[in-house]
């Protein structure tokens, strides 16, 4: 009788078994990927917006009352993409919303006629919102 010489290699089953398995792990690495890259996205942007809404509210907390020029009430508004001081459009920021509320809000002994609420609220370019709030106080 005469042995039949085996022949070394793969059979199509395995081979297919093999793609299936490094499909899987490859489209698995590549989820996870872009889940981090997202996330890191999302930190910068929160970051960014942070920053916005400090910039406003120290702005708007730094001017005087009524009946001064440029004061506290002056400073109820909204806009589509962030501003400097002098209004102009800040490269790079067109993709965040600010809105600023300036509201009287009596706190204790302080009436109202006294004392604001600042409230500014940023929007980031992925829906995300940041809100700061501060109060502005004057002696009478």
Avoid at 42 to 55: K, L, P, R, S
Wanted: glycine fraction near 8%; avoid cysteine.
């Amino acid at each position: 009788m005469q042995a039949r010489a085996r022949i070394a290699g793969f059979t199509l089953v395995e081979i297919t078994l093999s793609i299936v398995i490094i499909s899987m792990a490859a489209a698995t690495l590549v989820g996870v990927m872009a889940t981090a890259a997202q996330r890191s996205a999302d930190v910068m942007v929160q970051t960014q917006a942070a920053a916005i809404a400090d910039a406003y509210l120290q702005d708007v907390l730094s001017r005087n009352f009524p009946p001064a020029m440029d004061n506290v009430d002056d400073y109820n508004l909204f806009h589509a993409g962030a501003r400097d001081r002098l209004g102009n459009a800040i490269a790079g920021l067109t993709g965040y919303q600010v809105q600023v509320v300036v509201a009287p809000m009596s706190m204790g002994p302080v009436s109202a006629a006294n004392s604001r609420l600042v409230t500014v609220t940023v929007t980031g370019p992925t829906g995300t919102r940041t809100l700061l709030s501060g109060y502005k106080m004057r002696h009478p």
